[in-house]
């Protein structure tokens, strides 16, 4: 346990050396929010939603959090380019020890960068009750540990950088486009019939039903089925990604 | 004014030629590119046009394409900078340096090769936007290919001023990441101009944007009709991507020629 928390310890500090890459990543997230609160609002048809800024709030927590969590990947690809990783493989820590480490590292960003939009979100949508609270620390925790996860070991997958770049690309915009965060499940219904069903079960779309309901805004959400659909995903993808990092890391040439 | 030998143009085609053949590498990284392209202009696009209000004359779905696309150009040939941020490492800018090349030429070479080769890149998306939009006109068409060239070559410099002034992979890449989310949201590539302007101080933003006059020029010249939502009128929108080009493009040759040098750069 406490290697782990070394490790972790080691990507969490050198997350603030990237105070100008954080500064950016908090004014994008930020005038996401302004913009579309200022000027999407005045576009949007409101029969299909009545105040777009209280709708995207919840999913830009749940963006928020895979920005920062997923940015670990990046780090962990420079790593492998630079033989970074072979050192790490050298330290006197199990091998568990050290994905466990650098997952918890890639997860404690996600959290730590998320805090202050969660703040917002009380001011903008509602301010999470009782339960409510726990429901939003569940959802933040699985997700941000899936998607560093995900992200650490789709970056060990080939030591080009571009295609690194590129496959992190389209994993992100894969989950992004198939998502709820910009527009509610029956718009994604009226274009794709029922393709919308399985957008809604995506990781990041339960995420943002979750801090919906969590946040007041929908009342209408299982919240019990949608926790351990949540928890199923986590699962499913820390052991990929587990099996995935380590092989990519230890395999030779 | 110097003179330009024979010698000097051939040294200019191949490092034109040296930029552009690093695509062939890249068959892969286009065509996932084109992928991913493709399906947010499907599933995206589509989803956020249905919930976007009528307004007269627009249709926002032929909207967002072409701003979509501008933002495409944009972010490819912002990649280029990537690229040349990793050429630190890999000591290729020093090769460069040490080549009996004219440090003029070495530099409108890096600015013509990134602009080709950001260019050829984004032309299967373009070509599938056209197949969206259908435009009847191929005069239009080929205008727009020239404005596009040349927008992607004033970002291309801009790419390679900054890295060549900043000299760390990693300063470049958030700030990059930072100018790139600014320009883009400060523009009226996804936002009629008049819906902007309820918002004065983004609207100024949107104005002097040159991502903004790239999509509105291009909206302009395949749907006429779209001119009232425009941030510009077209003469602005051309002095805009001719002026990005030319400055940018003088930038990045003078702080090839003058400022950089080998070795050192931490």
Redo the contacts between chains.
Sequence with gaps: MKSVLVIATRDLKRFWS?R??L??QI??NV??IV?FG???N?????S??PDYIKFVTPGILSLALFISSFSIGREVGVELRREVSDYLLSLPVSRVELVLGRFTGGALRGLIYQSGFVVLAMLLVGVPRGYAWLVVIYTSITLSFAMSGLSIALSTVTRD???Q???R??VY??LF??SNI??PPR??A???GGFADAVSYSPLSIATSLYRWAFGYTPEVDVVIDSLLLAAWTAVLLLASYFLYLWNLTKKG | MRAVSSRDLVDLLHVIEWDVRKLRR?T??VA??T??FI??VI??G???S????S?PGLN?YDFYLLGVFTTLVYSVSIARG??IA?EFDEGIVEYHLALPVKRSTLALGRVLGGSVASFLFTLPMYAFIMFMIRPDNVFYVLVSLVAIYLFSAGVVGLVITVVLSVKST??T???M??ID??LV?LSTVF??AP??A??LP?YYASLANPISSVSDFLRVLFLPEYAVYASLPPQGQVAYIVGLAVGFSYLAIYVISHKLEAGGWR
């Design positions: 990237y100008f890459w500064a950016g004014v994008m005038a996401d913009i200022l000027l999407f005045n576009m949007i048809n409101r299909l939603i950088f571009n295609l770049a590129t496959i690309s389209v915009y894969v486009f198939f910009f527009y718009v994604i009226a274009r794709f | 890249q892969l990284f996932m590119r992928t991913w399906l947010q599933v995206f589509t989803s956020i249905l919930l976007v209000r307004f926002y990537y690229e990793d990693d300063a890449d958030i700030l990441g930072v989310a600014l949201r936002y009629p819906i902007i309820k918002v983004y």
